[in-house]
């Protein structure tokens, strides 16, 4: 498939016009939206930006590095006269008065926006199920979950309905739904990539990602959306590297927490990819074992808090009568969680355990320079098919210890299992994006 940069080039040079491709997505939008659920409103400009763009190429006028691309995004980040509803009825008709900072950095380059998409309830959930708004179908098999909360952003890129999209992930969402589709997805370290204008599912995890169809693209993206940003005191520049050769590869134990089938495949694809590389591959451990207790502990806080702005006044109806079960338990859990008479007893204790799992990444960082698993320990299950919150819950296992802490990871497309996609997860150290996108290069 033909790259993002390759595609701007084209535009560039008048080849293609971006007016062609947006009504080329636009025609394709309508054919296939209706099933797919994917798009929950549109740029109406779209068109409109796209010729003034090629009336600025033809009178050969600097044009940004995106200039007539066209991207979708997730409907809790913010983009100026667009609704960012999170596919809740709490805030549906909600138009956002300014855009994220990387939405404002994609815009200095000529992106053009094509819509919002469809989203697990303010980011609540695996699978693409929770929204008000109904599932998002996988464009792979219609019949499947594309994974969430980011399913909209991944089955447009997988469906061909945008050149690439973002997402947000805080446990999972951007690669979980990057694996179940069968696209790339990154999270970039925590700090790497501004959150202003991001609606918080919980603020110590979220990250702004993309969703994109191979690393190369992503890393482009990243690298314009990435970086300091005075609105976020959270931000700042990723590392440059010196280019290293002999790596060593840290392949994760999963041990009995996942599909025997999907853990194979993995490891397999590991070992070729390493001995083609000469790269040294050694075993390493996490304490998987507390990562959704811990996780979850802070959600529910951090999610609680977050959602009290909610009240009906200023934004949309009340939170706590109108939203979706997923995000009710959460706002109940978290209400209980944090009442004054436990002293902050629960939240301590995760944050214990988090500052744990923090110093076991270290460790292992000081002897491997990335780590190789799964990005999801099972393959999607039907739409619809009852699964317990547990099950629910568990899907993102694998994914949560690099929000919980910190470091960056990516979900590539590793194969099929029962001609379902499997995702293969890189992580390396906080702020060494460039590091992955290289070792990913080779695992693709
Ligand atoms: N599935 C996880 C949750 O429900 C992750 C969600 C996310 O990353 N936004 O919290």
Redesign the pocket.
């Known amino acids: 498939m033909i790259t993002l940069q390759e595609k701007a080039k084209l535009i560039k040079s008048g080849k293609l016009s971006a007016e062609k491709n947006v009504s080329d997505f636009g025609e394709k939008i309508q054919k296939l939206n209706k099933e797919l659920n994917i798009y929950l409103s549109l740029n109406t400009h779209a068109i409109e930006q796209a010729k003034e763009i090629d009336k600025r190429i033809k009178e050969k006028k600097e044009v940004g590095k995106l200039a007539g691309l066209c991207v979708a995004v997730k409907s809790n980040i913010s983009v100026k006269d667009l609704e960012a509803n999170c596919a809740s009825k709490v805030l549906e008709g909600y138009i956002s008065g300014y855009d994220a900072s990387v939405i404002e950095k994609l815009k200095n380059e000529d992106v053009i926006i094509l819509g919002m998409v469809n989203m697990?309830e303010f980011?609540?959930?695996?699978s693409g199920e929770t929204s008000a708004f109904g599932p998002v179908k996988n464009p792979r098999n219609k019949e499947l979950i594309p994974g969430?909360?980011s399913a909209g952003s991944a089955a447009a890129v997988a469906a061909e309905l945008c050149d690439f999209a973002l997402g947000?992930?805080?446990?999972?969402?951007i690669r979980?739904p990057a694996s179940h589709c069968g696209i790339v997805g990154l999270k970039p370290s925590y700090g790497s990539v501004s959150r202003y204008g991001l609606i918080d599912?919980s603020m110590s995890l979220d990250q702004i990602g993309p969703l994109t169809n191979s690393v190369e693209d992503s890393e482009f993206i990243f690298n314009i959306i990435k970086g300091q940003d005075n609105f976020d005191a959270t931000s700042q520049n990723p590392l440059e590297l010196k280019p290293k050769k002999g790596l060593t590869i840290g392949l994760l134990d999963v041990r009995d927490f996942g599909d025997k089938r999907i853990e194979d495949l993995i490891t397999k694809k590991t070992e070729e990819v390493c001995k083609r590389n000469k790269w040294e591959i050694k075993k390493v451990n996490l304490p998987l074992d507390i990562v959704l207790q811990t996780y979850y502990i802070l959600?529910y806080v951090e999610f609680f808090s977050a959602t009290r702005k909610f009240d009906g006044r200023r934004y949309g109806l009340k939170i706590d009568e109108e939203a979706g079960h997923e995000v009710l338990r959460r706002i109940f859990g978290g209400s209980e969680i944090s009442k004054a008479e436990y002293h902050g007893k629960y939240y301590r204790s995760a944050l214990k355990a988090r500052a744990l799992i923090k110093k076991q990444f270290e460790k292992i960082f000081e002897d491997v320079d990335a780590i190789v698993l799964p990005t999801v320990p099972r393959l999607a299950h039907k739409i619809g098919e009852k699964i317990s919150v547990k099950d629910m819950?568990a899907?993102?296992v694998f994914t949560i210890p690099a929000n919980l802490s910190g470091v960056c990871g990516i979900s590539i497309p590793a194969g099929t299992i029962d001609k379902k996609q499997v995702g293969l997860q890189i992580l390396a150290p906080r702020f060494y994006e460039e590091l992955l996108f290289n070792i990913s290069k080779k695992f693709e």
């Open positions: 697990d980011a609540c959930g695996a969430g909360s947000s992930d805080t446990g999972g969402s979980n599912l959600v819950y899907y993102d």
